[in-house]
């Protein structure tokens, strides 16, 4: 798992369960979890190594909502759904990492009706504690043995079945010593287990070393790429990378551009010219890459704080799979393929970490990732200007700079294995 690369997918919004049809959720007669195979192929061809789902348990609505942890979503299909997708992952090389939603429960779990052991949250007033003022989600009491057991139990649950690896949905709102007791619980059993926790603020390393997980998501590196490429100020990601150097000397941080709850890239950053820089900052940074299904079609959509916000970043995909996707710049794709691929040649690039910049202006960065003896340079220009490019093996390049030897074309980019 130290070299993965996720393809991430949303699979309620996949298969066309979420948003909910006029007249109602569909029902449960489609096996529509299978949806995913027909793509499993394509993610192979991108140089994934591993599909990353979102929530696929008994849920209300949208899957953060969980009703039961040991279903799965009707929506979706049963448990011999999951085992098909899980083979045929396996098949392929994949591995499968699920969603645990493992900080709340949706608003119609039993435990709302009938908690005997003290599972959920509540005041002093006895009153449940809602998520972050989402009255429909109910906070878990971690620190209940009950608690710990429940969660514990649901990890097992699925390891045992065919999953790989867990993301902690909410980890930043879950003690630390709750991982640092279930995790170990859960190695125990499943020691080739790999846990990714969703934290957004606070100290990455002290989360990985205390509460004994193998990764969080970068989601400092993820907020300096998207606004210093649209503001053109590339002085905020090279102040970004000196902290990402500091995690990587811990751990290896979950990379991404996109996910399923923020805008998506190629509406992030609105100069088409500039969007694969953010691709080659994924593919050549340390850590673990995880690609936003849809981001490989240059596919576009907006978040809106309101409800209903999330569902234009979550939108079905084709049934009979990526043939079936049109009117998108295949060239896209093809970069994708290009630069997943360069990584996948150099595996160093897990833990690498970065040097100090060669060059360095608002528009205008050339900076060498390294790792012991290995060293790449990436050069990112957002300029009208030509730049000298640092000599070497030219790997891969916009089509401006592969066709002047030496330079970097205006708005361009490249990744050299330099002398």
Do not use: C
Request: glycine residues 8%.
């Amino acid at each position: 798992m130290a070299h993965a690369i996720w393809w991430r997918v949303y699979p309620l919004g996949f298969v066309g369960a979420v948003p909910a049809p006029e007249g109602g959720a569909p029902g449960p007669e489609e096996r529509r979890l299978r949806r995913l195979i027909p793509w499993l192929d394509h993610v192979v061809e991108l140089g994934a190594s591993g599909i990353a789902l979102g929530p696929i348990f008994a849920s209300d609505t949208h899957g953060y909502d969980v009703v039961d942890h040991f279903r799965v979503d009707p929506r979706l299909g049963d448990d011999s759904d999951v085992e098909a997708l899980f083979a045929a992952a396996h098949e392929r090389g994949l591995r499968v990492q699920l969603d645990g939603v493992f900080n709340h429960v949706g608003r119609r779990h039993p435990l709302v009706a009938d908690d005997p052991d003290g599972v959920l949250r509540r005041t002093e007033g006895g009153d449940l504690v809602a998520f972050e003022g989402h009255d429909a989600l109910v906070e878990l009491d971690h620190s209940r043995p009950a608690t710990r057991r429940l969660v514990t139990d649901a990890m097992r649950h699925w390891l045992d079945r065919g999953a790989d690896s867990w993301r902690l949905d909410a980890a930043y709102r879950v003690p630390l010593d709750f991982w640092a007791a279930v995790l170990p619980d859960v190695r125990a059993a499943h020691p080739g287990a790999w846990f990714e926790a969703e934290v957004i603020h606070g100290d990455y390393a002290a989360f990985v070393t205390e509460g004994t997980v193998d990764s969080v998501t970068q989601y400092e590196l993820w907020k300096a790429v998207r606004s210093s490429i649209q503001e053109r100020n590339l002085f905020e990601l090279a102040w970004s990378l000196t902290r990402h150097n500091e995690f990587l000397e811990v751990f290896a941080p979950v990379t991404f551009v996109g996910n399923h709850d923020v805008t998506r890239i190629a509406s992030a950053i609105t100069d088409p010219r500039h969007r694969p820089h953010a691709l080659v900052l994924l593919a050549l940074l340390g850590g673990t890459p995880a690609l936003y299904a849809g981001d490989e079609f240059g596919w576009e959509a907006v978040k809106e704080e309101r409800a209903g916000g999330d569902d234009a970043i979550r939108p079905e995909f084709p049934a009979d799979g990526p043939a079936a996707v049109s009117g998108f710049d295949e060239r896209v794709l093809r970069l994708h393929q290009e630069l997943l691929g360069l990584r996948r040649r150099h595996p160093w690039l897990h833990r690498a970490r970065t040097d100090e910049p060669r060059t360095l202006t608002n528009e205008h960065l050339e900076i060498d990732v390294i790792l012991g003896s290995d060293r790449l340079t990436v050069a990112l220009n957002l300029s009208d200007e030509t730049f000298p490019l640092t000599p070497g093996e030219l790997l891969s390049a916009d089509d401006g700079t592969r066709g002047m030897p030496g330079r970097l074309a205006p708005h361009g980019w490249a990744v050299v294995a330099p002398r």
